[in-house]
């Protein structure tokens, strides 16, 4: 009787790894050595393994159905359009939008925001406008907006985040009110550095309220956050493939039907055109106005069993489970070492994600990177392309570690004992 609480807790724990020992074996890329030690991926913000199902529709799709898509009339072609337009269809599910019309395929979430920022910016705004831009957002969601008003004579200002990373609504509130110039806020739905949940349905209802339309990047959002773009009302919503099992090549644009069929189209080209002529040139309907040129019709047709899969593991409770213990695990012994400091932790521990960004008093990232890859653990090192954010930590960078529904309880366990290992070594 007196063990059953341990037992129980035993029972959990082993169920838990049960479940992620099956979801590994279906990446074959967790299966390897570096350096001759077995591989701890822990570097997953900036691109994510391969799930089977994925790698064999894209051999299958590759070396079979392979024909342009959307213009033939033969089969491999109509099975190729197919496909595609499957592709899209599954990301409508996930994202929960409307329509097809709504979800545009562009080669990723810097592809998206940057036909965002330059449509956008030069058809719903006018000189001296302002576009709200989140401090911590990754380059490809500062940049653009910068090219885009220095081009059409507007301007970006900075939506600065609280001292542990986490956005104040009430400081978002007080810019908003104070300027009735800015037309368009962008942020992130979770930061790759700070790997925070953001408020953005909070925040999309604030901006609304000033009327001030919101973009949410959301390339590490739809990783660990359930998205439903109808409930968050964002306007636009970004991903990429890439970071959610799909190949690389691939990204999403959501947008609300009547904002995009509002804006002009951001590249001209094949597919995109309802009639071409010299005097004058008349567009495609959506989605089809804003994807110009062969697509990566491949990489588009994959998301579908990537996205299955995320939706697999984002509602499987051990999955959940485990990741809470990860994070657990990290902030309790991490916090513990002297001179270390994780770069972004929210008050409410619900709200961190496993992406953990690490200043180590002494200890340059890239020689902790260095070593650890040398014990077969893969970690980021440096800049993350979000210099605003990880400057105001550090001026050397940042060490990044981040998580996915396949890294175990072990793993976790064996990057903390190693980086302690690092520290000593490196001090
Ligand atoms: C938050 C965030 N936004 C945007 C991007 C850009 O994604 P991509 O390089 O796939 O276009 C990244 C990539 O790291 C990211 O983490």
């Known amino acids: 009787m007196l063990f059953r609480p341990k037992t129980k807790v035993c029972l959990v724990l082993l169920q838990v790894m049960e479940i992620i020992e099956q979801i ?19 570097d997953n913000a900036a691109t994510t393994q391969k799930h089977r199902k ?9 070396s079979l159905t392979n024909a342009n898509i959307h213009r033939a009339l033969h089969k491999l072609s109509a099975d190729a359009t197919d496909m595609y337009e499957a592709g899209r269809e599954a990301v409508r599910l996930f994202l929960g939008a409307e329509s097809r019309e709504e979800i545009i395929f562009t080669s990723g979430a810097t592809a998206a925001l940057n036909l965002i920022a330059s449509s956008l910016v030069r058809s719903h705004m006018i000189p001296g406008d302002k576009v709200l831009v989140c401090e911590a957002e990754h380059h ?18 900075v939506l600065p985040v609280e001292e542990n990373g986490e956005i104040s609504l ?16 962008t942020v992130n739905h979770i930061s790759n550095v700070l790997g925070i949940i953001n408020p953005v349905a909070e925040i999309v209802r604030l901006a609304h309220s000033k009327g001030v339309l919101v973009v949410i990047d959301g390339a590490q959002g ?34 609300k039907r009547s904002l995009l069929e509002s804006m002009p189209p951001y590249m001209g080209g ?23 040129g062969t697509p990566n019709f491949v990489a588009a047709a ?29 902030v309790g012994e991490l916090q513990q070492l002297e001179g270390l400091r994780i770069c972004g932790l929210p008050q409410d521990l619900s709200l961190k994600t496993p992406i953990f960004s690490l200043s180590i008093e002494g200890v340059h990232p890239s ?18 392309c979000a210099e605003p954010i990880v400057s105001r930590f550090s001026d050397q960078g940042l060490l990044r570690v981040s998580f996915a529904p396949y890294n175990t309880i072990f793993e976790c366990e064996t990057f903390i004992s190693k980086l302690k290992l690092v520290i000593n070594m490196l001090l």
């Not at 890329?29 to 570096?34: D, K, M, P, R, Y």
């Not at 994925?54 to 590759?62: D, G, I, K, N, P």
């Not at 009430?170 to 806020?185: G, K, Q, T």
């Not at 439903?228 to 690389?248: L, N």
């Open 24 to 42: 590994r074996e279906e990446f074959p890329a967790l299966h390897q050595q570096v350096w001759g030690k077995p591989l701890i991926y822990l």
């Open 54 to 62: 994925v790698l064999e529709l894209q051999e299958r799709m590759s």
């Open 140 to 157: 490809s969601n500062i940049v653009p907006w910068q090219l885009a008003c220095e081009a059409f004579g507007r301007s970006v200002e």
């Open 170 to 185: 009430e400081r978002l509130s007080e810019l908003l009110e104070a300027d009735d110039r800015i037309r368009i806020l």
């Open 222 to 255: 739809v990783v660990h956050d359930k998205v439903s773009v109808k409930e968050m009302d964002c306007d636009f919503y970004v991903f990429s493939g890439h970071k959610i099992y799909a190949p690389t090549g691939i990204g999403v644009l959501y947008g």
């Open 270 to 292: 094949g597919d995109m055109v309802d009639s071409v002529s010299f005097s004058g040139t008349t567009y495609a309907p959506l989605p089809l106005k804003f994807e110009a």
């Open 302 to 330: 994959c998301l579908k069993p990537a996205l299955e899969f995320a939706t697999a593991v984002r509602d499987d409770v051990q999955v959940r489970e485990c990741e809470r213990r990860i994070v657990t695990a990290m």
């Open 367 to 384: 020689d902790a990177a260095q070593m650890l890859d040398k014990m077969g653990i893969a970690v980021r090192s440096g800049l993350m």
